[in-house]
């Protein structure tokens, strides 16, 4: 956020287009006197009172002519969003209004805010820490309702907090090794080392792993699992995708190959978000486009999260359907034997290996049979990974990353303990835990890394 935080900013806070109710917001010490220069109340009075609603008209200052009806609130600091002052405009919502109000406010003084600049205001006033900011973005783009629930409580600070009460452990440990550096006379009254590892080993070590094991929540619940139907030519593909999403997503025909390009839609499988894909069936291309949809087809293959591997019980095993098993990792794929209502061809002695060591499930995507037991499947062997007792939160890759990090400086630091060397070591391998620790809520200052988080979100926010 490279422009000054004393400025007053404006900007749209809801989504362009035709709606009942737009939002313009204004942040800053300006904020209130930008207001009463282009809104007339509709009863006269003489102080505003903060978190109240009063009805009235915008009005363009120069000409006198009225711009909207709208209803003002101004939130008087700190009481706020952004800890500063903030009035917000709700007009009738549509482009051309919006952008007329927003002009006016820009006319006034204030400047238009940057992506994410009212978030990172609250933050940088102390409102909200560098978690509870990310939740904000986190809230927007949940795919699931146990994701929005996650959000929620890194909203509310229950993340932060949790990773404070860490910090606080290993100030508490290091005050203890300071004293020790300081006043060796002092020894007997220091917490002895056997203690110490106590302390960070089954307290400390064991939180972070836990809050570590968290992030397979975000994966499922928050992102969504990246899902991926593969098999040969006219297996029914398409089929299956078009009776789990319920809509008529791929076009079906009699004829192989119908398939070409990734055919994307988003279903929910026991409340479980899946970004599943329809890829091209695997076959000896026969012109450069289904050279370029097979290509696509087996790169989506080595990215998925999961695997959907289609067989057609109606013909027999054959090279593509044994290579796309060959494939095919542990622990993330499914065998999906298809067109159970036709007779049955398929020599399952050819792939029993594969039956053994994969789930399967026989189905008919035509009819539906099997789609049940399917979708329970799925589920099973997604929340497979899951740890109940670490899903309480959902952690991003960076805070991932920072608690591996605070680990490892941590296990260095046992190590030291164990082979009785300097104090001063020790103390060197917490702080630098404590620096890992203090980043996750930003405590520690990291311009760069701000400007990397806040400019994911929208300007109005």
Known sequence: MGSSLRD???????PIGKGGIGIIR????????????????KQPFTDFHSHHLYLGNVVDPESGSIIDEVLISYMKAPHSYTKEDVVEINSHSGHFVLSKILELILRQGARIAEPGEFTYRAFMNGRIDLTQAEAILDLINAKSEKGLHLASKHLKGEFGRSVSSIKEALLNILAHIEAGIDFPEDEPEVMPREEIIDVIEEKILKEIEKLIGSYMSRRIWLEGVDTVIVGAVNVGKSSLLNILSQEQKAIVTPLPGTTRDIIETTIYINGIPLSIKDTAGFRKAKDQVEEIGLRLAQKKMEEAQLLLIVLDQSRDIDEYDIQLLNRAPGGKSIIVINKVDLPKVMDCGKISNFLKSHPYVKISALKGTGIEELKNVISELILRGEDEESSDFALNLRQKNLLLEAKEALE?????????????IVAMEINEALDRISRITGEVLDEDLYETIFSNFCIGK
């Open 8 to 14: 007053t900013i404006a900007a749209i806070s809801t």
């Open 26 to 41: 204004i942040s800053g010490d300006e904020a209130w006197k930008i207001a009463e220069r282009i809104f007339l109340p």
């Open 412 to 424: 260095a630091a046992i190590d030291t303990l164990r082979t009785d060397q300097v104090p001063e």
